[in-house]
């Protein structure tokens, strides 16, 4: 989800959680913060901080950079959950109440 923000805006952990992440990937810097099963990542963010930081609800992670909506600065804002080519992607708007969950179909393994 982009979050229309100003360029330098401080980014603020949707919830409660330890930092897993905080550094560049592909050229963007990235902040994921772990929630229990739940992850939810921010980008494109200069990190305040590092990787096994505690943070609480509302907590600073870091700054704003520009560069990711064309039209003007946003927030990339994401939820996952799972590792590897078992994550799965969510509407972070569910963090909210403002989303609905879209069951996803049962497929049987290929082979």
């Known amino acids: 989800m982009d979050l229309a923000a100003s ?9 409660p959680g330890t930092v897993s992440f905080a550094g560049t990937l592909f050229g963007q810097g ?11 990542s921010y980008e494109p963010v200069t990190p305040s901080v590092h990787v096994g930081d505690v943070v609480t609800a509302g907590a600073p992670i870091g700054t704003l950079d520009p560069g990711h909506c064309a039209s003007a600065p946003c927030l990339h804002w994401g939820l996952l959950t799972g590792h590897g080519h078992g994550v799965r992607y969510y509407d972070p708007l569910l963090l909210l109440g403002f989303a609905h969950l879209r069951l996803e179909p049962v497929r049987p393994p290929p082979g």
């Open 7 to 15: 360029d330098a805006t401080q980014v603020l952990a949707a919830g």
């Open 30 to 40: 990235v902040v994921v913060v772990s929630h229990g099963l739940l992850r939810t």
